[in-house]
């Protein structure tokens, strides 16, 4: 909206009226007679209108302009952090949260014919943790026992030759050791670490 507009009509309207009553005052035959009566009245009725047209026109458009300038600020300001932190927080809570009682079941195994398992590193959700355990080797014995983050000594799953055991155990999280406890095969380096969180 051009507001000039407004300032043209508002500007004409108040000339015309000193104008219209300069003459008045001054000339005794005027209005000469009815049609410039009505056309007079006709004119200031235009200006009347015009200019207060424009004014509402100028508020709206000044309305407008403080909205969309509100709701761009709002849009570009950073959504309350409370807000947003507790969303994400609860969100990511959600999907993360160590859920007690929620089983994980891991997978270990024995290298065939050697004293070592095939992997040091385990990891699991806090809660009831499986370790299935295979050892192929016929020849040679192995077992799976846990040891927690004080050192103490969890259990031990059954000792196998050529097949399979597994241990379970509630588990809080944590640093634990898995070990054989055969012989020394723990010492020989038969031995990891299963992370519980
Ligand atoms: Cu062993």
Sequence with gaps: M??????VFGISLVLSALGLSALGLRSESFPPN???????????AALVGATATFA??????????????QAEAAATQPAPSGTTTTGSTSGTTTTAAPPTGKAT??????VPNAIKYDTAQLSGKA????IDFDNPSAAL?????????SGAEI?????VSGSSTSLSENLKPGKYTFFCSVDSHR???MEGTLTVK
């Design 155 to 159: 259990g031990c799953s059954a000792t």
């Design 34 to 44: 009815r049609t410039a009566v009505a056309a007079l009245i006709a004119y200031f």
């Design 2 to 7: 051009d507001e000039t507009l407004f300032y």
């Design 127 to 130: 809660g009831q943790v499986t």
């Design 56 to 69: 509402v026109l100028n508020a709206r458009d000044a309305q407008h302009k403080r909205n969309a300038s």
């Design 105 to 110: 079941t891991l997978k270990l195994a024995a």
């Design 141 to 149: 014995s192995h077992d799976v026992c846990l040891e927690g983050p």
């Design 187 to 189: 010492q020989a380096g």
